[in-house]
């Protein structure tokens, strides 16, 4: 059983249903196909007096159950306080948190409204799987309601610095709510480290070497899970999407020189106009390359209502017509930036086509694009993976370019060691690379998720190694 604030239909019904979800979404569906489990959270939709739909049976082999927001609600859980505050603290950026006292009251309140509305559907022996920083009071509100079942929580965004999580006036609250859960996942050994930290010294806990805390009186185990991708599955649907009309247009779209390519929510923790800027800096500096490449930055709407992304969006618009504007050729044009999602399978086709993808995010939990461009590349003639030092994802796969995003003469510089590669290290490093992501899959996250949450929630289990 699982509960998150969004939920991934098996069958999206609009493209951006399919593009724009999310890696929680892209992930949870995937581990959900393969256990026939519930899945709850919010529908979606926005209703006065919001009604309870499912569960209902998607043709994944999962069952969906979901409930409205009202308006208010929206605004102060979803937008408010998670995405204004939590979302910001949680990406180290804390001097972008809007905080406000109401916003957090809506928050508690939702988390008690889900609580109310899965308790009816959950069985005796069913484990409860919580999703990312929407819900981190839900396990304590389980708890208080008498429920003895395991339940397990997972973070998909990053952990920041103790103090940095500190900035949120609610913190304590937020981390004693939290720890009600008898497993804490994390996507990285560093996120588990600043969490550890959180509990010695904000906290006053304890946390020992085999994983097991305490704190706030309660017992608890925290580990490291890195979310990932079924690899040889997303591998066939980029094979057979490689032709894809999409594909062509976007061939003759760049001249058919070589692509780079950037996919991403509109998200101003994605890094986007550092990657452009130092695109423009590679125009700048090696001028025999403009017409043998284009960049193509796939951006999807995402909260489109809040300031920061309303700023994000302006500030792309801006930075990517200047570079057209200095640098467009009557027949090139070294820039697309595409405001919109595409479907899945689509994707994966323009992923196999791209000669480099760059993923550069300033602070991301895994990012699954990288993993995702991994997977789809041609064995025999594979691209170039350009990956944030800042993205969990870089922590696994180290054979990628890893750069500093913030260093946009660093980030140009590796962009033409990227384009100039030798197939012989290409191959090399998505070798590497590729075998990183069939040891650690999509099913090999919640497996062993799953086997972790049964012995920390059975106290006479030995701690989970490895
Ligand atoms: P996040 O969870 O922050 O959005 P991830 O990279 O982990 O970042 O996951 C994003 C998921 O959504 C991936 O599966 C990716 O393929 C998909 N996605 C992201 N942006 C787009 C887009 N513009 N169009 C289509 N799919 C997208
Ligand atoms: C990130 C978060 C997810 C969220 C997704 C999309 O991946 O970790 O919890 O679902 O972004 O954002 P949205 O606000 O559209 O759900």
Redesign the pocket.
Known sequence: MVISNRVARADPRTTED?????????AVREALSETAGLWFGWSGQLSETPALHGPEMQPGGYRIATVDLTPADHRGYYNGYANEALWPVLHSAPHLMHHDADRYTAYRSVNRQFVDRLLPLLHPDDMIWIHDYHLLPAAEELRRRGLRNPIGFFL?TPFPAADAFAALPEHRALVEGLVHADLIGFQTASDLRAFQDYIRWEAGGSVSMDGRMEAFGRHFRASVFP?S?DPAAFALTAERNADSDYCLKLARGTGRGALLLG???L?Y??GLPHRMLAYERLLELQPDLRRRMAFVQ???Q?RSKLPEYVAIRRELEEISGRINGRFSEPDWTPLRYIN?????ET?AGVLRMARMAVVTPLH???????K?YVAAQNPEDPGVLMLSRFAGAAQELDAALIVNPLDHDETARRMHQGLTMSLEERRERWEAMMAVLSANDVSRWWRSFVRALADAANPTAQPPTG
């Open positions: 399919a593009g724009a979800s999310g890696g929680l979404a892209v998909h979310i991708i996919v991403d929510r998200d923790t994605k796939i951006a999807s995402s919109r999602g595409i479907p899945r994707l991301d939990g895994m990012n699954l694009v990288a995702e």
